[in-house]
């Protein structure tokens, strides 16, 4: 199961509270203050960690508790402070927080988007640790029994929602094959069968090229269908995952299996994608124009040449062919971006 929105609770420690305490000894039975100050609560922080790929976890385990400060001691002993706890997200996660607009309703408020591995959010401070009776002698009193309680920790309530970060992401209706071009460039092996959906959830591969030692991702996104962009079908949970990647890569079925045309499937798909993010019209595109087994297929590729400006690759991902040069320009596209945006 692949999970990437979730809600989870989260509760900082407390602060210790301060310690009230006289130094008594043998040669100083009438000593000063000596209460220590209590330790700060744990935060609770969400961390991007790039072994782990979706939510899965945080879907059960919904809700996480810092550990207390410890209280102050005599002999000027402070408490430790409370115990950190981190909560380990994919990169690409966005965190919006529960916001209590007027005691009715709760608005969410984009706070963080941990887009790379190691990048932190501190979800929720630990409170602070209460003063020890140290602190509050003076000239007129010497012997004071005043000390702090330490402050609450904080309480809140996050939604976490993850947009996958791929180099390319395949964009294609069902069935169109990006499952199997995906399974026939990567190490990914994604559910396939000749049905509508299979894949309802997202599958990323990595794709790797020998000669250099490089490689990029690939992101097999749930297929599309007319009106995604209202939400229709798999919508939503399909789009904000297009969001991140660097080229798109439309994956079109040269063989009418469904009765569309491939040229109407595409502008279909662009239409889709612009209407949910009109900065998605401009991502770089490239058409893998699949199933060119078919008989069908030579003289649709000729209509499509003319229906579009995009760079078209013909393949055949059952029969593995027409893959090597498709490969070769997604390296080089990915490149290109990465070079352009530093």
């Known amino acids: 199961m692949f999970v990437d929105k979730v809600k989870v609770k989260v509760r900082a420690g407390s602060g210790g509270n301060g310690c009230s305490s006289f130094r008594r000894e043998r040669n100083l039975p009438k000593g000063g203050p000596d209460g220590g100050d209590g330790g700060n609560g744990g935060n609770v922080i969400f961390e991007a960690n790039e072994n ?9 385990l919904n809700h996480y508790e810092a550990d207390n400060g410890e209280h102050g001691k005599g002999k000027q002993l402070h408490g430790h402070t409370g115990k950190d706890v981190i909560i380990y997200v994919p990169p690409g996660t966005c965190v919006k927080e529960f916001e209590d607009v007027d005691n009715e309703y709760f608005e ?22 209460g003063r020890g009776n140290m602190h509050f002698a003076t000239s007129r009193n010497r012997a004071p029994r005043k000390c702090e309680e330490g402050t609450l920790g904080e309480e809140k309530e996050f939604e976490l929602e993850l947009k996958i970060i791929a ?9 169109a094959g990006k499952s199997s071009f995906l399974d026939a460039v990567t190490n990914a092996t ?3 069968a000749p049905y509508p959906f299979t894949t309802l959830t997202p599958n990323i591969g990595i794709l790797n090229y020998p000669e250099d030692l490089t490689h990029i991702t690939i992101a097999d996104i749930p297929g599309l269908i007319e009106g995604a962009s209202d939400n229709v079908g798999l919508g939503h949970d399909f789009l904000r995952h297009v969001e ?13 299996t469904d009765g569309r045309e491939p040229w109407d499937d595409l502008v279909h798909l662009q239409k889709e994608l612009e209407l949910y993010n009109p900065l998605l019209a401009d991502f770089p595109g490239i058409i893998a124009a699949n199933k060119m087994d078919e008989e069908i297929a030579e003289e649709k590729l000729a209509t499509l ?5 995009m760079e078209i690759f013909p393949i055949c991902t059952i029969l593995e062919e027409g893959l090597d040069p498709l490969k070769a320009k997604l390296k080089k596209c990915v490149r290109e971006n990465v070079e352009n945006a530093s």
């Open 52 to 60: 782990n790929m979706n939510l899965n976890a945080l879907k059960y």
């Open 108 to 129: 969410l408020v984009f706070v963080a988007d941990l887009d790379e591995h190691g990048s932190r959010y501190v979800a929720a401070t630990g409170g602070n640790g």
């Open 167 to 175: 180099d390319v992401g395949l964009v294609g209706y069902p069935n």
């Open 190 to 192: 994604p559910e396939m």
């Open 244 to 256: 991140r990647t660097k080229v798109l890569l439309y994956v079109l079925d040269m063989a009418g």
């Open 305 to 309: 040449r003319t229906k579009t400006d």
